[in-house]
């Protein structure tokens, strides 16, 4: 296995922990803890998804760097990529945004009413989480197939 082979399974994998461990357990844990108010979660979490943001787009450019270096990337592993691009896109300037102005009124004391949105950026975390475990083994099976001289 060449070194750019490991990075793109050692990349997706950082990433995949990454969400699973700050968007499905630290997330919903921190209103949990003790002193912690709705506000001040609402802080917490607003700067957790910022930096979990800054992170994934990193990982991307790492990911998408990778996919141009030889070993070529399958396809398959472009239409991927493409994928996490849109979704991160979405989910950043879409979805976050609103999801910031509504916790904006409830720090201020009010109540923004019901919204799907929370229930929208889980939707695009679990795409995101699929469509890393699809290059992931992608990947696997396009290094495992690959002559050995292209490795």
């Known amino acids: 296995m060449t070194a750019i082979s490991a990075l793109r399974l050692i990349v997706p994998s950082v990433w995949i922990g990454l969400i699973l461990g700050l968007s499905f357990i630290e997330a919903p844990l921190k209103f949990m803890a ?15 998804f910022w930096a979990l943001a800054i992170g994934g787009f990193v990982l991307l450019l790492v990911l998408t760097a990778s996919a141009v270096l030889r070993p070529r990337v399958p396809v398959g592993g472009w239409a ?10 979405v989910q950043s300037f879409a979805i976050r945004p609103a999801l910031s ?11 923004p009413g019901p919204s799907v949105l ?6 695009t975390d ?15 099976r396009s290094s495992r197939t690959a002559p050995m ?3």
């Open 101 to 111: 102005a509504r916790s904006d009124i409830v720090i201020a004391g009010g109540d």
């Open 118 to 123: 929370h229930y929208v950026y889980i939707a």
């Open 34 to 48: 003790p002193g912690i108010t709705v506000p001040l979660g609402l802080g917490i979490g607003r700067l957790m």
């Open 80 to 89: 991927l990529i493409g994928c996490l691009w849109v979704l991160m896109l």
């Open 126 to 140: 679990v795409a995101i989480l699929i469509t890393l475990v699809l290059w992931i083994v992608i990947t696997v």
């Open 149 to 151: 001289q292209h490795r």
